[in-house]
């Protein structure tokens, strides 16, 4: 199967960071949250296979299946452009945290887990 061709911006959208800002305040107090934006804003652009990103989160695939990712994949179909992936390592290893994006990336596993998706890792 060909892989589709993915639009991607370049960097993440202002209101990437206001979504994953809003998520992350519900795991972590503020002055957390905060730290982990800065350093989300300051990370490098990194690019993994979204089912290692998959994995790493520890997403169960029955939740990639439960959903109907058609407004997403519609939207990979007609080349809009997507913003990278935001993404928080656990300082445990228990898991990576998908703080913006986890509806692209489900969408784009659904499409081909081999995808390499764009994404900023603090």
Not at 110 to 117: M, P, S, T, Y
């Amino acid at each position: 199967m060909e892989q589709p061709k993915i639009n991607w911006l370049s960097t993440p959208i202002d209101n990437d960071y206001v979504s994953a800002e809003r998520y992350l305040s519900l795991l972590f107090k503020p002055r957390k949250c905060r730290k982990l934006l800065r350093k989300l804003r300051a990370a490098p652009m990194s690019e993994y296979p979204a089912k290692d990103i998959l994995r790493a989160s520890r997403t169960p695939m029955s939740e990639v299946a439960a959903f109907d990712w058609g407004r997403q994949q519609q939207q990979i179909r007609d080349g809009e452009a997507l913003g990278p992936i935001l993404l928080v390592r656990r300082k445990d290893g228990t898991g990576l945290i998908i703080a913006d994006g986890s509806h692209r990336m489900c969408a784009l596993f659904a499409e081909d887990e081999l995808i390499k998706v764009p994404c900023k890792i603090a």
